[in-house]
């Protein structure tokens, strides 16, 4: 069962950022929140994860919440190219679910000109 | 540098038809998973490995069957086509990092299945 609620759609003018929620009540404390996207039902592609943090790399930055219950992904500078599915997973990095992703609905992300 | 292979792309089955997905991944990876994602669905976990030899279900496995005898490959197989088997099939791997722990996961591009 997926573990996290997202708004079904969201949209962003290019050049602004996009800040996509994400809310995740029931982390556990060994649970990471990843965040992965899906281009016109290519294979989902890896963006960004953390476990309390926040993190940034070169696509984009995650701010998770000191109580955990919530993320935001943040893409600085959204471009065409960034409308896709954005789905955010919780992933538990050892024990029994080891690796294993559980995919919600997602975001869909549209960028327009 | 190849990542995660998918053979086929696409792909059209009469019911009960058989037929194997293949997926190949040239990053040595010990973790490798199918999924499955039906239109504006996300996507289903349906058997994952963990290494040569050794695979489980996932959450849905059945009419799907897997084998993994060797790091590179692990092939599903589809012994009795259905029509509710028409989906997108994604066959992904994670590498195992000290610890245990699995780094994220690199997806192929798919196989584009329909059962009539």
């Known amino acids: 069962d997926a573990k996290t609620t997202q708004p079904t759609s969201m949209d962003c003018a290019e050049g602004r950022a996009a800040n996509l929620p994400c809310n995740h009540s029931?982390?556990?404390?060994?649970?990471?929140v990843y965040w992965y996207r899906q281009i016109h039902s290519q294979g989902p592609q890896y963006i960004i994860h953390?476990?309390?943090n926040n993190e940034t790399n070169e696509m984009a930055s995650l701010i998770i919440t000191e109580d955990r219950k919530s993320s935001t992904l943040i893409l600085p500078h959204a471009t065409l190219r960034d409308t896709a599915v954005y789905y955010c997973?919780?992933?538990?990095?050892?024990?029994?679910?080891?690796?294993?992703?559980?995919f919600g609905r997602g975001t869909q992300l549209t960028v327009w000109p | 540098n190849a990542g995660v292979t998918q053979t086929p792309k696409f792909r059209i089955l009469k019911i009960g038809q058989s037929m194997t997905l293949q997926c190949t991944q040239d990053?040595?990876?010990?973790?490798m998973y199918w999924y499955r994602q039906d239109p504006g669905m996300g996507l289903k976990l349906i058997y994952y490995?963990?290494?040569?030899?050794?695979?489980d279900k996932g959450e849905v496995p059945n009419g799907y069957n897997v084998s993994r005898s060797t790091t590179e490959d692990f092939p599903l197989r589809l012994e009795l086509a259905a029509p509710s088997q028409t989906s997108v099939y994604f066959c992904?791997?994670?590498?195992?990092?000290?610890?245990?722990?699995?780094?994220?996961?690199?997806f192929g591009q798919g196989t584009r299945l329909t059962v009539v």
């Open positions: 490995s963990v290494g040569a030899g050794i695979t």
């Open positions: 029931t982390i556990s404390g060994n649970e990471y």
């Open positions: 997973i919780v992933r538990a990095d050892r024990g029994s679910t080891l690796g294993r992703l559980y």
């Open positions: 953390g476990l309390k």
């Open positions: 992904a791997s994670s590498a195992r990092q000290g610890g245990g722990i699995s780094t994220e996961a690199f």
């Open positions: 990053m040595n990876h010990n973790y």
